[in-house]
């Protein structure tokens, strides 16, 4: 379910260096936590970093929802509320943020089923 390659991918890095600044350091650490596999510390770290205005609220949200669904699935499907947060991201993301292009090569099929999901909702 986690990113493919973990944080030391090439892709990963180059993902990554694309975020930059030092207001944007929350942010890169909880994206760096996801690629790792650290799930509670990457929505805590993307959960602070929405708490401000960023230039990359839409990528948190998206990988919030991402995080959250992740922990969702490896629960075996029984931490609803994890569930219900990732839609939660996934529906503002696409009601705040209706250009954005998520980066769909670091999610596993499992979670783009969810996102597209809450899409077709959102598009009704």
């Known amino acids: 379910v986690i990113g493919r390659g973990g944080p030391q991918s090439a892709e990963a890095r180059q993902f990554l260096a694309r975020i930059s600044g030092t207001s944007e350091e929350v942010l890169r650490a909880g994206l760096k936590a996801y690629f790792r596999g650290d799930l509670a510390e990457a929505e805590d770290d993307l959960t602070s970093y929405l708490s401000k205005t960023g230039d990359h609220d839409a990528l948190a949200y998206f990988f ?4 959250r669904g992740s922990r969702y699935f490896l629960s075996g499907e029984t931490e609803i509320q994890q569930k219900n947060g ?3 991201d996934f529906h503002v993301l696409k009601e705040r943020y209706r250009s954005f292009s ?16 809450q899409l077709a909702k959102v598009s009704r």
């Open 86 to 88: 990732a839609l939660e």
């Open 64 to 67: 919030r929802g991402v995080t």
């Open 102 to 117: 998520p980066p769909t090569k670091y999610v596993s099929p499992k979670i783009l089923d969810l996102y597209s999901s």
